[in-house]
């Protein structure tokens, strides 16, 4: 009942968005605040009908509710709990309720601000989310609908998929979708001011925070399915090019570009028409690729199967594109920069290109992800593009981008000096030479990991070197001692150093990314019982193959020992296996990773002969790739350190009689 219940709210929260919008445009056309209120509290009561909604799905979910056909195809009376209550976003159905709820939490929380200054952009705001809300939930309700009954309700489930079961996918899922649903907000807020034909930046100010965040939460989906990818597709990485990594990827690069370029907006009043394409290119990249990896169109580890939401999602598509493309060119005259660019040698100019790297790279990236599809319409064969591609396009275009982080913040605005540049870059040049000198002495003599290497130590030196400064001048005025003069330098340009720490995060990665890429390798090898083999500098010995209880209790588990000696004489015990899951009929490689934080080994059981007598195992060595999930880390401090709005100081600074009688 209660799951019926929570259907009939999904189908009123429906309801209230159509009227938000149509009620929101009215009140706009006739001035009257107390329809575009009403509209405003509609579209506010959208979140609390779907998360009833949401509380029904979830309660036929943990009371094994098998009339519910997306319960018996998600869960079994043998699920955990928590699988159970994480199979909400196991398959095409629930997790499009699920987004719904994240974008109703997002939708929620914008109208529940304080509209003060920005109060003649609500009505146009309004309309624009609760009209994308109302095509999700015209999906859900039609299309995929969760809460469909079976006339025969079946005695057990299927289960929940096997590569679902795993701690980055339940959280990798809820991240991407916040980030996504995030960025819905600055571009109704972008739409709202070109509707209004406003030429200030209030859209721009109100909006930034509302960009961190989904900037934030995709930096998080994206580090977590990497993870999953390297925990459970046996990968023995963390990337591989896929659709389903390519599209959160496009999104973030031509988010990161709005973020970088929205600053000049703010700082010199330019780049106006810019930056209103880059957040409708932003929202239009996340539409995009989510109809491609729900239709089913693209192939993928974990895209969802072939549904009837394509066509309808694409449709939507053309309509967004056509009246974003309409608005913006009808705009142009509002959209004027207050000043022009006074040199390329400028912090402006550097910031330019960087949003053209940024947009390149996303572009290419987009190619190469739906080249199969355009192959297959052109020629009626489907060509895919692999890594080697993408490594080969974007690699570049990448590390360029890190070489920028690293000299844009010398470049003054306006113009820059090329002398004063140059006496900046002294001592990280220095840094970056003897970081190679380093290298080739250990033996690592490749011309490319070289050149990526030394990009790398050039920005790590001169990020830290921003600090130093900062707390060294600090420490001068005042005489805090380092860790208060830093505390007290983040607290006081929150955004500058905070973006400084998402740098450092950026710089981490990519060594992780170069150590990985050029330095890694893997091996295959088939051995006998109690035979030893080597991989590098390690030594391994393999002795047998046994069954063993599974986490799960829809699975059986055949686990393999392999003993390992380290370079330095160190024995460790490895249990790579494989999980079968007869329901779903599919097998699970899980891998074991053992080695040190510089050096991974990662090793799969690949398969067995004659109950064991014979095994086969691929082994990988990832040099550098632990500083990949650092790095990761790092990037989510510093989008912490940015978004924590300082404490306002405790007293008013004390003002002399003359000045209070003056501003009297």
């Known amino acids: 009942m209660f799951t019926d219940f929570g259907h009939l709210a999904v189908i009123f929260a429906f309801i209230a968005s159509l009227y938000a919008a149509g009620i929101s445009v009215v009140g706009a056309m006739r001035n009257d605040d107390r329809f575009v209120q009403s509209g405003r509290l509609a579209l506010f009561l959208t979140f609390p009908l779907i998360l009833i909604g949401t509380l029904g799905l979830w309660y036929a979910l943990i009371t094994h509710d098998f009339g519910v056909q997306y319960v018996a195809s998600v869960s079994s009376r043998s699920t955990p709990l ?17 987004w719904c709820l994240i974008m109703a939490a997002f ?35 039609f299309l995929a609908n969760a809460f469909v009954r079976s006339e025969f309700p079946p005695e057990d489930g299927r289960g929940l998929n096997p590569l679902l079961r795993h701690p980055g996918m339940i959280i990798h899922p809820p991240m991407l979708y916040a980030g996504y649903t995030g960025l819905l907000v600055p571009f109704a807020f972008a739409i709202a ?62 988010a990161t570009a709005f973020l970088h370029s929205a600053m000049i907006q703010e700082k010199r009043g330019m780049f106006k028409n810019w930056n209103i394409f880059l957040i409708m290119l932003t929202f239009a990249s996340m539409f995009f690729g989510t109809a491609f990896i729900r239709s089913g169109l693209l192939t993928s580890v974990h895209a969802f199967a072939a549904s009837d939401i394509g066509p309808y ?48 790279t996303a572009f290419t990236v987009f190619i190469g992800t739906i080249f199969p599809i355009v192959s297959e319409a052109l020629t009626g064969e489907r060509i895919t593009v692999g890594p080697p591609f993408f490594d080969q396009t974007a690699g570049p275009q990448l590390m360029a981008l890190v070489l920028l982080m690293g ?12 002398q004063a540049l140059l006496r900046q870059s002294v001592g990280p040049l220095a840094f970056a030479a003897a970081a190679v000198v380093g290298l080739l002495l250990s033996g690592m003599d490749k011309p490319l990991p070289l050149i990526g290497f030394a990009i790398a130590a050039y920005t790590l030196a001169q990020t830290l070197t921003e600090y130093v400064r900062g707390v060294r001048a600090r420490m001068q005025a005042t005489g805090e001692s380092i860790p208060l003069a830093l505390w007290r330098l983040a607290e006081r340009n929150q955004r500058r150093y905070g973006g400084y720490l998402v740098h450092l995060g950026v710089v981490l990665l990519a060594i992780g990314a170069i150590g990985k890429g050029f330095y890694g390798y893997d ?29 799960f209790s829809d699975c059986q ?35 074991y990773t053992a080695g040190h934080f510089n050096e991974e080994v990662y090793v799969i059981l690949s398969g067995w002969e004659r109950g064991g007598a014979i095994a086969s195992f691929q082994v990988y060595i990832n040099p550098l790739i632990n500083w990949v999930w650092v790095g990761s880390v790092v990037m989510i401090l510093g989008f912490l350190v940015a978004f924590w709005r300082a404490p306002e100081p405790e007293f008013a600074p004390v003002r002399s009689r003359a000045t209070q009688l003056a501003q009297a």
């Open 82 to 98: 928590f699988f159970r209550i994480t199979a909400l976003w196991g398959s095409q159905n629930g997790s499009l309720l699920f």
């Open 107 to 141: 939708i929620a929380a914008a109208m529940a601000k304080r509209w003060d200054a920005d109060k003649p952009l609500l009505p146009w705001v309004t309309t624009v989310m609760a009209l994308v809300l109302a095509f999700f939930l015209f999906l859900e309700l």
């Open 193 to 254: 001011s070109l509707i209004t034909r406003r030429t200030d930046n209030l859209w721009l100010h109100v909006s930034r925070r509302w960009t961190l965040t989904g900037w934030a939460f995709l930096t998080a989906g994206l580090a977590l399915g990497g993870r999953w990818a390297h925990d459970v597709l046996g990968w023995g990485g963390y990337w591989g090019w896929d659709p389903s990594e390519n599209k959160p990827l496009i999104t973030w690069l031509i």
């Open 313 to 360: 999602f694409m449709v939507a598509m053309v309509i967004i594109l056509a009246a974003c493309a309409w608005l913006w060119l009808t705009r142009l005259d509002t959209l004027k920069s207050e000043r022009a660019l006074d040199s390329a040698f400028s912090r402006e100019g550097i910031f330019l290109l960087q949003n053209v790297l940024f947009v390149s």
């Open 407 to 418: 000299i844009a913040p010398l470049f003054a605005w306006r113009k820059a000096s090329a």
């Open 523 to 551: 091996v295959i090898r088939t051995v006998n019982l109690n035979e030893r083999f080597t991989v590098g500098d390690y030594i391994f010995t393999y002795r047998g193959i046994r069954p063993v209880q599974c986490e």
């Open 557 to 591: 588990t055949v686990q393999a020992m392999l003993l390992m000696q380290a370079p330095d004489g160190t024995l460790t015990a490895l249990f790579p296996s494989r999980d079968h899951y007869p329901e779903q009929q599919h097998t699970a490689t899980i891998p």
